[in-house]
């Protein structure tokens, strides 16, 4: 199965940072990546599909980039909603795996 | 408006069986293939199952493979999640979710609770 590994798992930050989330993948996925954010007690929000297409409503101060093995999600400029948890998700041949999450904290 | 409303969580003993519904609306159920994911409390996600648009293909995580079975009923716009020998691993919010590219659409979850 393929792995994903997000880094950081913690971030810290304050309203106006511009912030960026890292997510490898164990294996190539092309741009099989998507990326969701999930605030305490709520199901998860897709933000990004194949990699850097920003979903319907999604504020553009997201955006995400990379292939192959390497992925990012920018907030260019974080706002108080932003707060929350963020998990990458890979496609590949029948095998769904997420990231284990970059939790993004008030500093 | 779409929406996905799951039912039938609740606290069962291990080795006990439990059966989640997705009521699915505001869009055309049986064009899309559908998924389970769960999240233990406090824990990351994990993919659990999907079925194909007409129920004819079904695959599964490896920790539900062999107890967990899923089905739909596109005539009742409705998913299910029949869950056997179940395991206190198991204790998480089950969510499901609309497959098109991503996870574009998921339900307020149900917990299921496997506790002696």
């Known amino acids: 199965d393929i792995q994903m590994t997000q880094s950081p798992s913690t971030l810290s930050a304050s309203v106006g940072d511009r912030v960026t989330i890292t997510c490898r993948a164990s294996q190539s996925i092309s741009n099989w990546l998507a990326w969701y954010q999930q605030k305490p007690g709520k199901a998860p929000k897709l933000l990004i599909y194949?990699?850097?297409s920003l979903e319907g409503g999604v504020p553009s101060r997201f955006s995400g980039s990379g292939s192959g093995t390497e992925f990012t999600l920018t907030i260019s400029s974080l706002q108080p909603a932003d707060f929350a948890t963020y998990y990458c998700?890979?496609?590949?041949?029948?095998?769904?795996?997420f990231g284990q999450g970059t939790k993004v904290e008030i500093k | 408006e779409v929406q996905l409303v799951e039912s039938g969580g609740g606290v069962v003993h291990p080795g006990g069986s439990l059966r989640l519904s997705c009521a699915a609306s505001?869009?055309?159920?049986?064009?899309?293939?559908m998924h389970w994911v769960r999240q233990a409390p406090g824990k990351g996600l994990e993919w659990v199952s999907l079925?194909?648009?007409?129920?004819?293909?079904?695959y599964y995580a490896d920790s539900v493979r062999g107890r967990f079975t899923i089905s739909r009923d596109n005539s009742k716009n409705s998913l299910y999640l029949q869950m056997d020998s179940l395991r206190t691993e198991d204790t998480a919010f089950y969510y499901c979710t609309k497959w098109e590219d991503a996870f574009g659409i998921w339900g307020q979850g149900t917990l299921v609770t496997v506790s002696s």
């Open positions: 079925i194909s648009w007409d129920g004819g293909s079904t």
């Open positions: 505001g869009f055309t159920f049986d064009d899309y293939t």
């Open positions: 194949k990699a850097s």
């Open positions: 998700q890979q496609y590949d041949s029948y095998s769904w795996t």
